[in-house]
């Protein structure tokens, strides 16, 4: 803590303006002090002196290097290792590496899972694993108990089936919620973009990928890659270097290196000239924005501190673009760049999230600051506002023992200068305003970019255009599948109309009749959401009687009702309503009808046919039910089966599976609704039909 003040003082001491005076020798009455001139900027103080916390460092037999950091303020260890190997391309493994790294957690050949988790808990430890190393941490008077646990889970992995399928079960999971998070899925396709798909770093992970990988698959890897010659083990706490010496030699002493595969990608190169990528998500009323491409900068390179000072200036903090898009034109809450470094492959992002109509102003203004930080010499305060920011964020960095350990390993590995790390702060400040140019030159390519939206792409398509020249906009699914959306939808066959669509749809779930007989229906849904079992009850009553009710338990939480009349939003506990007035109410007038499907032309929808159209991987006929108040829906008709499967609106998506016949009719068991980011996936618990639901029910009031 004591360097840091010094070194805040020593900041601080820079910005006082300097005051020329004659001081008063002892005894001598003091001169007059001159008169401050606040027109003259004050000049700046040398760069303080850095000096970093005390590492030792030494080698095992076995090649693993080890860091130690003693800080003896808290009785406590860790440990984390990084193992330095190059990532290798998965193909239709995507993600087997991160499963595997998990799944070592999992259980050792003397002990299961639900041991191993036992054993930790006991002793008030935490201990996780990954592709990249470990983490453990544990008072010191349990060292060796974790140490030795520590070192069964890297030594005597099991990789048990059975956890195995749980955690492909987590990742699907995470997977499926991930397709309605535009920020996840464009990063995912500017990885894809940036490094390309053959490039490690440009795959990611997709279910086919997940329900390929096997024990097998896991254990290979491990036993490629885990080895201690190519791994960094930082060990800080309450401990000295020879407690360390002898406890690693101990514990890690006997696992064996090995040789590794080396394998190297090409470096991704940045395109020739801008390209536009849209991934569509028809409901989406903002649109995700990524612009970046490839670069060549690795960690510790000779202008890798210029480069981080031009970044932070253009957008690696509040500065540029933030002021720009934010305080100035107020498109988004926040809009940031990244230069990364890397010893494979770095790159350079732009990522903000803007409203729709904004789309192409915010793409021109990323560019515009992007151009003129290439062409013009950056304001010296402007320059001196973003120098003392680093510094300050740099100096807060080693009140953390971590990095001390961090930077040790880092010039290890890398190759860094003794001293790059104590010197930082004199690097920095002497980057002048030609250096920040000069790197902007280097790195910066508003011409040779890719340009990422995911957003509704009716919308932002047309707006788009513009920035990718004579090329075509590429169009994206959310697993990185290409597509042509001029092809995207196919003709339907010659005598298929929409009409015809919503008669097979008819015939599928039982016919006429058998709707006809329907006078009303009881819909008894559920959902889990942050731990709680959240209820969806559905009544319906010929002719157009509706309610829907949201609670659990004896509590309802909200409930929209319609008695062929008016309609309502209540929500009881917070005893608030909403009545249902102009569009909303003529809509609810259609989609409260018990037999909709029967009743389109009575009720004034007009029905397109738009083609066939694949999800995920089936023929779907394509609807586009437009309704007198002008509200559109789409509605997606299985081709094989003559199920609705869809229904796309301004609300979200609706997806819709498991039907079952109940008294002559067949309704979906399986509901979800996907609402910007949101998902909820309904298990329909029960459906009655014809139990003589009262009107009164249906009062709104």
Known sequence: MKKLINIL????????????????????????PAKLDRSIRPAPAPAPEIKLGKSEQFELDNGLKVFVVENHKIPRVSYSLTLDYNPVPEGNLAGMADIAGQLMRNGTTGMTKDELDEAVDFIGAHLITSSQGFYASALKKHNEELLALLADVVMNPSFPEEELDKLKVQAISALKAAQNEAGTISDRISKQLIYGAGHPYGESM????????????????????????IGYLAIIGDITKEEAMELTRKYFGKWEKGEVVKYTPEMPKAPETDVVAIVDRPDAVQTALRIGYAVDLKPGAEDAIKARVMNTILGGGTFRLFNNLREDKAFTYGAYSQLSPDKLAGKFLVNTEVRNPVTDSAVNEVLYEMRRIREELVPADELSLVKNYLNGNFALSLENPQTVANFAINTARYGLAPDYYANYMKDLAAVTSEDVLAAAKKYIKPENTYIIAV??????????????GEKAIRYFEFDGKEYDPNTKVR???EGVTARSVIDAYIKAIGGQKALLKTKDVTIMASTSMQ?????????????????????????????VVFDGKSAWAVSPMGGESKEFTGNELEDMKVEADINQELNYEKLGVLLQLDGIEEIDGTDNYKLTLTYPSGTQVTHYYDVNTGLRTRAVSEQGIATFGDYREVS?????????????????????????????????????K
């Open 9 to 32: 003082i020593a900041a601080f001491i820079a910005v006082i303006p300097q005051i020329t005076s004659a001081q008063a020798t002892k005894g001598k009455a003091a001169e007059k």
């Open 664 to 700: 002559g009719v067949k309704y979906p068991f399986a509901l979800s609704q996907q609402m910007g980011p949101q998902t909820l996936d309904l298990k329909v618990l029960s459906v009655k039909v014809n139990t003589k639901l009262k009107d009164d029910l249906f009062k709104v």
């Open 531 to 559: 731990g709680m079992t959240i209820g969806f009850d559905f009544y319906r009553k010929a002719p157009n009687l509706y309610l829907t009710k949201i609670g659990a338990g004896d509590m309802v939480f909200q409930k």
């Open 206 to 229: 997709t279910e086919k990928s997940v329900e390929n990988i096997t024990v097998d698959h896991c254990r290979a890897f491990y036993e490629t890659f885990f080895k201690p010659n």
């Open 491 to 493: 003709p339907a066959p």
């Open 455 to 468: 957003g509704k792409a009716a919308d932002i398509a047309p707006k788009l255009e513009k920035f990718s």
